[in-house]
Each structure stands twice: as structure tokens, then as C-alpha cells.
């Protein structure tokens, strides 16, 4: 066979045509959303105010194994997919390994990440619904800067309600949203009740994840012809992303390239999911078989130390109850910790398929993984972003066993973004002033202990 390329690139025809829905081939299910109120599973009837109609279609379908992507969407991914699957020749020459390491670049695309392919089908579904607009809430700024691009492609308005530290903090990822026309709002704010209650008990405070989704969520519940749309963690938001995995796969079978080990970051969950999705379902199936590795951040750890018991996804606890792998959702990573993947919970299909043994997890200190994204972007070029560089850091340390042992094996990992957002990270880096927290026992006996209790 000849050499395989540095980067396989897939035609026009070989992208996918469906999303694949990985719980058809689940045989234990993942949990369903319960009402916070009464413990119910939530019909599509009580999510119908706070998300799009098809997209609940989509999150409580547990059956249908392919959704078609609608030719909008697919119009819209031509214009920055397929993305390459990158044979790191470089890196592998560097490290002296036998194995052989692929990664699939998601950077490619102004908002320089994985985000995007669920930003723009989330938008497409708002618009066919003839909603004014949707409203999210966005951390480090990746999330909202997807959207505001998808947003703006169909039309939509777009309320961002930002972290307030990350607002103050990055400044250029406020401003790229913005340029591409959606509102951004430090949370907390005093436009809701919610933000107006943080401000009161916490004056002062940089805000939290949980905030700003549960201010989001009251501006869409109470506005017009507004939804809420979110950028992980959920069953629909794995479904897209699930355009990721399918290309690598198409892209590996053409070469007849069979991984032994995929790995992939884990925030919420949503990169890796797509990733892993078809060969995790081949895996199901009991068609193949794969070492399917989610990497986490040692200072939240959520597979790696968490509990897997119904939390709430929110701090302001207005959003449904989700079964997941969580260290509680008063969970907040220490202020030193600058590598993004902190959602305190994790998507409930890959907690499912976790606690059932088909995945494993492991977590790194930050420092650890600055390293290896440093190595990466001398070797390979890219500038990683943070997130991606957990990834990387695994992959590295599985490339250099299998110098020792002499195993040939071939390892996928996603490299979800890049990092140009991220320098003030960096900076502390290469300064010498970042460190590594990892929390006690008793940190996270502290927030798992307000899990809530359901019979
Ligand atoms: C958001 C983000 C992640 C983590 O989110 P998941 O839902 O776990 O994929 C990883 N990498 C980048 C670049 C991101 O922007």
C-alpha cells in the first residue's frame, strides 16, 4: 500500500450524510432528564419551553440510529469540513516511537473549534422554528463565539451571557462574538433575577458556569420566540458532533487503518462523544474492539473522582436533573486553573457507557499538560488549545510505552481547537507561575454532599 498521507482529507462525497445516534446501539440506555420539581422524566411537552422542538426530538430519541443532516447544514460544514485526520509523522519521529499517532484537527474554523458543528445545526433548527432568536451562556468564549457565527449565517439574534471573569479576561473572544452580532452580557447581570440574586449574596463575584446557564435559561423561558441552546453535555449536542468520528472513520477505512486506542479531552463530553461514536458503536455491536480513553483535568476530575448520581446541570438549579458522572454543581475548579474542561458533570451517555466498563478515563495536572502542548506546537505546528492538549498529553505518554514495549500501536486522538485565545494561560506557563491544585477529598465530599436526593 503506499504511504500514507500527512493529512487525509475526505471528497465532498465521502462526507457523512447522518448523524449517528450512539444510544441505538446502547443496550443500557442513558438515564432520562428528570423534572427538578417533581423527579419526573421530562416529557418533550415540559422541555418544549426552554429548547427547539426538534432538537428534544432529537435528545430523547434513543432509538433511531441516523438522523439525516439536513442539506442547510451540510452546505454549512462544506465551508470548513471536512476536516483533516493528521498522521503525525513529525511527532512520532520525535518521540522515537513505533506507534502510530493520527489526530483529527477541529481548529480549522474562526471560532477554532469542534463547537461549531453543533452551533450550526442548533441554529438551523431555531430558525426552521421560526424563532427571533436563542440565548447561551459561554465560559471561556469558545461556545458563544460557534454560535455567534451560526447564528448570524441564519439570521438569528444571539444573547450570550458570558462569565464575568472570562468577559474581563478576554476581551478579543467578547469582541469576535460581537463582530459576528450577538449581544454579550457579564454574568452575573441585572437583567435577570437570577443575576440579581448572585449580585446581592456575592457582590463582586467573576461568576460561574452554572450562572450564566441558569440566567440564560430565564431570558429564553420569559422572551418571545427565544430558546436556550447548549454547547455539551447534552444527548443532542453528541449527536452532532458525531460528524467528527464518522469522518475519521471513512477517512481510517480508506486506508485500512484500524485504531487500537482513541482519545479524546473530556469537558462535557460533547468532542469525544462525536469521536469515539462509531467506534464505539462497532464496540456495542461486538463488530471491533477499542481502547476507548477520556482524558480530564486533575483539578475536576469527574469521571476520575466523581459520583454517578442525578445533579443539577445549573447553579440556580432551574434546569432539568441529569444522571451523569459529577462532582457536584457547586463544584468550582481553584481560580489557578487555566486549562478549561470545568463543567462540574458530564454527558449521560458517556457516564453510561463509563460505568458499564466500555470506556476508561484518566486524569492530568495542568502543568503536565502546558508541557505537552508546547511540545506539540514545536513538533507539529499547531498552537493547541488547552483543552485538546489533555489529549495530546495521553497520547504522548501512550506513544512513549509503546517505545518500551515495542507495540505498534495505532493511537486516534481529537485535537478539538486551537489555543490563540488561551496565551494569558500560556503566559503563566512560561512564567513559571502556574501551578497544580488538585482538590481533596474533603473539597469534593464538601460539593457532592448537595447532590440532590431522589428516591
Ligand atoms: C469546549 C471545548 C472542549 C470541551 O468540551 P467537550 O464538550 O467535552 O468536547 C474541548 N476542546 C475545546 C477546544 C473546546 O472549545
Not at 518500551?404 to 489555543?419: A, H, R, Y
Request: glycine share 10%; net charge negative.
Amino acid at each position: 500500500m503506499s504511504k500514507i498521507p500527512y493529512k487525509i482529507y475526505l471528497n465532498e462525497s465521502e462526507m457523512p450524510t447522518a448523524w449517528y445516534n450512539l444510544r441505538a446501539d446502547m443496550k443500557n440506555k442513558p438515564a432520562p432528564l428528570l423534572n427538578p420539581g417533581t423527579h419526573q422524566p421530562m416529557a418533550a411537552e415540559d422541555l418544549a419551553p426552554v429548547f427547539c422542538e426538534e432538537l428534544i426530538r432529537q435528545e430523547l430519541d434513543n432509538d433511531t440510529p441516523f438522523f439525516e443532516i439536513p442539506q442547510e447544514i451540510r452546505d454549512f460544514y462544506k465551508m470548513y469540513r471536512p476536516s483533516p485526520l493528521v498522521r503525525a509523522y513529525c511527532l512520532e519521529e520525535k518521540l522515537g516511537t513505533p506507534a502510530k499517532i493520527y489526530y483529527k484537527f477541529e481548529g480549522n474554523n474562526t471560532s477554532g473549534s469542534h463547537k461549531l458543528n453543533s452551533a450550526i445545526a442548533q441554529a438551523y433548527y431555531a430558525k426552521k422554528q421560526g424563532l427571533k432568536g436563542v440565548t447561551t451562556e459561554t465560559g471561556a468564549g469558545q461556545w458563544g463565539t460557534a454560535l455567534s457565527m451560526a447564528c448570524s449565517y441564519f439570521d438569528l439574534d444571539c444573547k450570550v451571557y458570558m462569565v464575568k471573569v472570562s468577559y474581563e479576561q478576554k476581551p478579543f473572544r467578547r469582541e469576535v462574538m460581537r463582530t459576528y452580532g450577538a449581544s454579550v452580557t457579564p454574568s452575573p447581570s441585572d437583567t435577570t433575577n437570577v443575576g440579581r440574586q448572585m449580585l446581592e449574596r456575592f457582590p463582586g463575584t467573576g461568576g460561574s458556569l452554572g450562572c450564566a446557564i441558569s440566567e440564560a435559561v430565564e431570558v429564553a423561558v420569559t422572551s418571545e420566540g427565544y430558546r436556550y441552546v447548549l454547547g455539551s453535555v447534552l444527548n443532542q449536542v453528541l449527536l452532532h458532533q458525531s460528524v467528527i468520528g464518522l469522518e475519521t472513520k471513512t477517512a481510517l477505512d480508506k486506508y485500512g487503518i484500524k485504531p487500537d486506542m482513541i482519545i479524546g479531552c473530556a469537558g462535557g463530553g460533547s468532542n469525544l462523544g462525536g469521536l469515539i461514536a462509531p467506534f464505539m458503536g462497532e464496540k456495542l455491536r461486538g463488530e471491533a474492539d477499542y481502547d476507548i480513553v477520556a482524558v480530564e483535568p486533575a483539578s475536576c476530575p469527574s469521571f476520575t473522582r466523581g459520583k454517578y448520581a442525578y445533579d443539577f446541570c445549573d447553579t440556580g438549579m432551574v434546569c432539568p436533573l441529569a444522571k451523569m458522572y459529577t462532582l457536584g454543581s457547586g463544584f468550582i475548579p481553584a481560580p489557578n486553573h487555566a486549562g478549561g474542561l470545568r463543567y462540574h458533570g458530564m454527558s449521560s451517555i458517556l457516564s453510561q457507557l463509563y460505568d458499564d466498563g466500555y470506556m476508561r478515563a484518566v486524569s492530568v495536572p495542568q502543568t503536565e499538560v502546558f508541557e505537552a502542548a508546547e511540545k506539540f506546537a514545536r513538533i507539529e505546528g499547531i498552537l493547541p488549545a488547552p483543552e485538546s492538549s489533555h489529549a495530546i498529553k495521553v497520547a504522548i505518554d501512550e506513544a512513549l510505552k509503546c517505545k518500551e514495549t515495542g507495540e505498534e500501536k495505532t493511537i486516534v486522538f481529537g485535537l478539538t481547537g486551537t489555543g490563540y485565545f488561551d496565551m494569558v494561560a500560556y503566559e503563566k506557563f512560561h512564567d513559571g507561575k502556574m501551578t497544580d491544585y488538585i482538590p481533596t477529598d474533603e473539597d469534593l465530599a464538601k460539593s457532592l454532599a448537595t447532590l440532590p436526593v431522589i428516591d
